[in-house]
């Protein structure tokens, strides 16, 4: 029960995003595509180099500890 109601809202909305055509800005579009041809594609900052971690040095003061 209570279907018919959710399935003529989901209709209700698939139609207007079928037949919604809103205005586009071919001026920006053209400007957002010739800046990637002159500076590549936007990418994110690289993470820093990770510290290698043996866990030596922590076995160490471990093992001193009890001895």
Do not use: C, I
Not at 21 to 30: G, H, I, K, Q
Request: proline residues 10%; negative net charge.
């Amino acid at each position: 029960m209570g279907r018919g109601r959710q399935k003529a809202k989901q209709t209700k909305v698939a139609r207007q995003l079928k037949y919604f055509s809103p205005e586009t800005d071919y001026t920006a579009l053209a400007n957002e595509l010739h800046s990637e041809g002159k500076e590549g594609p936007a990418r994110p900052p690289a993470p820093p180099p990770a510290e290698e971690e043996t866990g030596d040095d922590e076995y160490a003061d471990w093992e001193s500890s009890y001895r």
